[in-house]
Every structure is written in C-alpha cells, then in structure tokens.
C-alpha cells in the first residue's frame, strides 16, 4: 500500500473540477433563461421570420395539426402582427406537444398561400426569443428553453460529482491510513 493516493487524489481532484466547471456553465447557460430578466421573452409570444420564401410573400402563418391535415393557428392566437403573434392559453410548446409538430404557410399580401414548410425541427437553448423561423421549405421552432436530454444529461453529471467528492475522501482517509501504518511499521523496525 506504499503511497497509494496522491496520484489517486490528483486525479478525482482533475476529475471533479472536469465535471464541475461544464455543468455549472451548461446548467447557468441552458437553465436560466437571462432574457425573462429583462422582459424580453414573453412565453405567450412567439416570434415570426422567414427567408427564401417564394415570390411574393409578405408572411408566413404558423399552421397545426387537425383533423383535415394541418390548420391555421389562428384559433389559438389573441393577436397576430405580420412578424409575432401572441397566444391566448397555451405556450408555443404545449400546444407543439398537444397537437405535433408545427408547419408555416408562405402568405401573399392578398392572403394566397404559396408554399408550405416541412414539419418544424427543434432549436433548443438558443439565445434568440422563441420564434418559428422558415428558410425554403425548411422551420425551425427555437424554444429558448434546455431540450429533455440537455437536463438529463445535467443531472447526471451532478449525480456523478458526489460520488467523484466521495471517492476523493476515501482517497484522502487512505492516504491518511497509509501514512499512520507505515510510521507504525518503522517503528516495530526500529
């Protein structure tokens, strides 16, 4: 048992500050929404944007899921302005989980639809207010929040960091009994 944990030590040591430093700046960064601070994140409230769209569009529609394929939004809105729109009961992303995923009609200024969006992928914990975003057929639907996966993957990293503490104290207590056994040792020697 001839010095077993310094190297032990160092390394949960390394290990625990290898964990530590990420989880707080992953935690800081996808778990508090800075922008509700400063009002600038309304839930209620999603933003509306496009680029590539075909000729003549002045706007695109957010459109859900219904019986007969996908619908306006609009039952769901309590104002509509031409790049956000404001919802009366439910968040963007409740209504997204209720009723799948989004698409958006490209709009012409006589209310034509020219094209429609593939179904929305998910933009999660990013910097920017929660918006529909179409790109040619594509939609991106930016949530703003962490993603289900970004908080297990938080959680088990702070599960991990007791056990690393945990470990590091074991390696301590041995170190400590390694250093009192072989003073004892030379001493029956001596």
């Not at 600038?40 to 003549?56: Q, V």
């Not at 930016?142 to 996966?149: E, I, S």
């Not at 702070?158 to 001493?187: C, D, H, Q, W, Y």
Request: negative net charge.
């Amino acid at each position: 048992m001839k010095n077993i944990p310094y190297t032990g030590i160092v390394y949960i040591l390394a290990i625990s500050i290898i964990l530590v430093i990420p989880a707080a700046l992953f935690g800081l960064c996808s778990l508090f929404d800075f922008r509700l601070i400063n009002g600038e994140n309304d839930p209620m409230r999603l933003g509306l944007s496009f680029t590539n769209a075909p000729e003549g569009t002045v706007r695109i529609e957010p459109l859900v899921k219904s019986e007969d394929g996908y619908t306006s939004i609009s039952e769901y809105c309590e104002e509509i302005e031409d790049d956000w729109l404001k919802l009366s009961n439910e968040t963007p992303e409740e209504i997204q989980k209720r009723r799948g995923r989004f698409k958006a009609a490209y709009i012409d200024e006589n209310g034509n639809v020219l094209g429609i969006t593939d179904a929305a992928r998910m933009k999660y914990g990013c910097s920017k207010p929660r918006g529909l975003s179409a790109d040619g057929d594509t939609l991106t639907f930016a949530t703003g929040n962490a993603a289900d996966w970004q908080i297990k993957l938080l959680l088990v990293v702070f599960l991990l960091e007791p056990l690393t503490i945990v470990g590091l104290a074991v390696m301590i207590i041995l170190s400590a009994v390694n250093a009192v056994s072989e003073k004892i040792a030379e001493r029956k020697h001596t």
